[in-house]
Every structure is written in structure tokens, then in C-alpha cells.
């Protein structure tokens, strides 16, 4: 029988993880089952239509694009850009708690909060004073319980968005609990290195051009790194100490007072019942830092000469509230920054937040591994699947399993031992479009948590003819 809820839970998503539409309906970015490579290429084409001006600032949308709904099912654009989708966390909750959707004018204590990703996360909070706070109200009302609150369930960028509503808009007298999943409290070196070294995928000359909107973005900003991340002679350096190539200086110093002001706010007294909960990715090889060779940023994993690891993504010491000392209190998942919103460990863990507002003892099991993958290979060249034990245990079992964009199962391998804990496997002849790479152990007598990441096999002539 599932458990009753008395609050209500929103469910808000990451970066792209919500579909915008144009004034006429029309999608301008959203992915359906086998469209991922046609998704990407429109995102291109719609460059005109969803591009920000300059100096937007926190306002909305001058152009009319508005959030449609959250994608359920995996996509990826690149590491920063791609998520599992938040289908499987949906019906989770729908399974496991008595909840349900807003329907034809009854509320409903499970929201999800689709948003434009591409607008200031505080424009975005606002929506949630906005449009959030009455729904709370009537569902208070229906419910019969008064004192019932939000509960927040946020992966990635979202939890910037709940973060700017709870510590800086007041929401926290409105909050039970606020529990986000790897976001990144203090930013992303991946963000660092997209914004200024550009980012269009593809190969050679078939490119789809995103650099200038994502450039555009204050979202995209308000991801940059605000630890000391840029390798210098004399230590680290934050980005406000050095000069970043093409980052605009004026979104770079707006994005750092984004995040100060929520540090400011949140280390004021809160009430009682207000809870804040960080799960994370851990052992997963992350962009920590950069340094700069040639006039463009390379990115490095380790920082100040140690790997801190992450969840392939966001660094782990960027994924915990950064008024916390560290990250004790964190929960940690073996899983990548795409998945870990879908990870059955992760459940089980919410489950026992949701339940007893206390993190028990569901995070990372033993024996975790890195999984490394090319984010894009090019159709017809080989898929290298590399996987490190974070032990360095050479005695580990894994099957590497490949899934196209329905989740059929297209190949399997076992992965050869290369010695010192690292392992791999080296795929052929994948067809193009989105893979999700799922490492498991090879045999049931020795259980091992799974590890998924999400890549792209490009196809050039596709993108050729939609160019």
C-alpha cells in the first residue's frame, strides 16, 4: 500500500530537462523515443528562436517560448546537457507515496515543475512564489491539512532554482524539506569550459551550432564554478581572479553574486522544521578544474594535485549546500550525474527521507567504479568502454550492456581486466543515436552497483542533410 503524503512534493529537473514550445505550440526542444539526433539538430536550426537577448537579466521570456513538461526519457546533448530523464522518478513516487497530479481543476500533491531553462534561476523561483504557493494553498485546503508544505525533489540546475526560492524569496516557512541531487551549490568547471571554449556538436565540418545560445543563457552562467577551479602558478584561482575568454564579464560576476546571496541568506536562522538533504555522485571521473593552454581552457579532474572525482559532471566537493562544512552528511551514490535521479539506491534513500526526514544508510555500496566514455563517437568508429575500480580491486566481474533510445538491449560484454582496477570493453558497428552504457556485475553471486552513462553515435550524413 503506498504511504501517505501529507505534503506536497515538487519534482523540478535539470538543465534541458523541460520541453519549451513557441507562442503556436510548436516544440522547440523536447526528445521522443528514437529522436534525439533530429532533436539536436533542430535545437540548432531554432537558434533564432531561442537565443536570449543581451542583458536580459532575471526577466522572462521576451519571445514568447514557455516551459512545456518535464522529458521523461534519456537524452543527452553533452555531459552539462543530459539527463535519464525524470520518468522513472515520477512513477517511483506515484508507486510509493499516495500522491497525485493536479487534474482537471482537483489539486494534487505531486507537481512537477517544468521550467525555461534557458532564463535566471531566479526568474524561475519567482514562478514557483508565483504559481506554486496557491497550488499549495488549495491542495491545503482539499487535503484538509493546513499545515501542509512543499517538499522539493531537485536534480541538477533545479535545485538552484528551489535554492533561490527557499533561502532568498522566503520560501523556507513554506518548505519541509528541500533535497537536491547533484546539483552544483557551487558550481560546474564543465559549465566553465563549455562558455568559454564554445560548444557544437558533431565532427569536422557537420557541427550543430550552440555556442551563441548558449552563451546567451544566464542559467548556463549561473552553473560557473565559484571554488578556486583555474590551475595558476601559485595555487588555484577563482574565475573572478583571472581573465575567462568569451565569457561575458558582466553574466560572470551576476552568476557569482547569484550564488553568494544564497549563501548569505542561508546562513540566517531557519525554522525548526526545515530541512535540507544533498545527494551526490561519487567516483565518477569529473571536471574539477581548468588550465589554460594555447588561450583556451583544458579541463582537468584533478585540482591542486588531487582527483576529487564527482558524479562525471559535478564535482563532489560542488554538490553539497556550501554552507555546510563538507559533505558528511551527504548522501553518495556510485552513479553518474545523468542517472542518478533514476538510481534504485537513491530511491530507497528518499524513501527513508521522505518518510523520517533522516538520511539512513542507502548511499554507495562497496567496490564502486568510474565509468569513462566518449560523450559523442562518430558512426562507424569504435565505442571504448574504460571502468575503474575505486578500490583498485582487479578481481571485479562486470558486464558492460548497450541500450538504444527505447532501452533494447543492442550488444553486451564482458570487460578485459587491464590491470592496476581498470577494465574495458570496445564496441563496433553501433548504430547511430543515443546509447545508454550500463556496467553491472557479470554474475549474480557477486553484487555490485550498476553504473549507467548516456553518449551519442553521430550521424554526419543525418545531420548534413538537416543542416
Known amino acids: 500500500m503506498p504511504t501517505s503524503m501529507q505534503d506536497m512534493i515538487i519534482v523540478i529537473p535539470g538543465i ?37 537577448p543581451s542583458g536580459i537579466g532575471d526577466e522572462a521570456a521576451p519571445d514568447g517560448v514557455r516551459p512545456g513538461a518535464l522529458i521523461p526519457i534519456p537524452h543527452i546533448v553533452g555531459k552539462l546537457f543530459g539527463t535519464e530523464g525524470y520518468g522513472r522518478l515520477v512513477a517511483w513516487l506515484e508507486q510509493r507515496f499516495d ?25 524561475n523561483a519567482r514562478r514557483i512564489e508565483t504559481e506554486l504557493v496557491p497550488m499549495l494553498e488549495a491542495w491545503r485546503k482539499a487535503s484538509g491539512n493546513p499545515d501542509a508544505k512543499f517538499r522539493f525533489i531537485c536534480h541538477s540546475m533545479g535545485g538552484l532554482v528551489a535554492r533561490w ?24 568547471a564543465e559549465a566553465l569550459v563549455r562558455l568559454s571554449n564554445g560548444f557544437d556538436p558533431g565532427f569536422g565540418p557537420i557541427k550543430i551550432p550552440l555556442t551563441g545560445i548558449i552563451r546567451s543563457l544566464p542559467s548556463a552562467h549561473q552553473l560557473l564554478p565559484t571554488y578556486r577551479c583555474v590551475a595558476d602558478d601559485g595555487g588555484p584561482k577563482r574565475i573572478s581572479e583571472v581573465t575567462i575568454p568569451d565569457i561575458d564579464t558582466a553574466m560572470l560576476t551576476d552568476a ?6 544564497i549563501l548569505d541568506h542561508a546562513k540566517q536562522e531557519t525554522p525548526a522544521d526545515y530541512r535540507k538533504f544533498a ?11 581548468a588550465r589554460f593552454v594555447g588561450g583556451r581552457l583544458e579541463p582537468m579532474n584533478q585540482l591542486d594535485a588531487q582527483d576529487r572525482r564527482g558524479d562525471g559532471t559535478v564535482p563532489r566537493i560542488s554538490s553539497h549546500m556550501p554552507e555546510w562544512q563538507d559533505d558528511a552528511y551527504a548522501g ?6 545523468a542517472t542518478l535521479q ?42 571504448p568502454v574504460t571502468v575503474t575500480s575505486s578500490t583498485g580491486d582487479g578481481s571485479l566481474p562486470l558486464r558492460v550492456h548497450l541500450l538504444d533510445e527505447q532501452g533494447t538491449e543492442l550488444d553486451s560484454q564482458l570487460l578485459r581486466n587491464l590491470g592496476g582496477g581498470r577494465y574495458q570493453a570496445i564496441f563496433e558497428d553501433i548504430a547511430p543515436g543515443q546509447v545508454s552504457v550500463r556496467v553491472a556485475s557479470a554474475t549474480p553471486t557477486r553484487p555490485l552497483d550498476p553504473v549507467t552513462g548516456l553518449t551519442i553515435v553521430w550521424d554526419a550524413a543525418l545531420a548534413e542533410a538537416n543542416g
Open 16 to 52: 534541458m530537462g523541460s520541453t519549451l514550445v513557441d507562442l503556436d505550440g510548436k516544440e522547440l526542444w523536447g526528445v521522443k523515443p528514437g529522436t534525439l539526433l533530429t532533436s539536436i539538430i533542430r535545437l540548432g536550426r531554432n537558434f533564432d528562436k531561442l537565443r536570449l
Open 99 to 123: 500522491v497525485r497530479q493536479p487534474q482537471d481543476g482537483v489539486p494534487g500533491n505531486l507537481i512537477t515543475f517544468p521550467y525555461d531553462w534557458r532564463l535566471s534561476n531566479r526568474a
Open 165 to 188: 526560492f527557499t533561502e532568498v524569496l522566503g520560501g523556507r516557512e513554506l518548505t519541509r524539506q528541500i533535497i537536491t541531487i547533484g546539483t552544483p551549490h557551487r558550481g560546474a
Open 256 to 261: 557569482l553574486a547569484f550564488h553568494a546571496t
Open 279 to 289: 545527494l551526490k555522485g561519487i567516483e565518477q571521473p569529473t571536471t574539477t578544474g
Open 332 to 337: 553518495a551514490f556510485g552513479q553518474q550525474h
Open 342 to 383: 533514476s538510481d534504485g539506491n537513491l530511491h530507497r534513500q528518499l524513501f527513508a527521507i521522505l518518510t523520517a526526514q533522516e538520511l539512513e544508510t542507502y548511499g554507495a555500496g562497496e567496490n564502486l567504479f568510474g565509468l569513462e566514455l566518449p560523450e559523442v563517437v562518430q558512426a562507424g568508429q569504435s565505442l
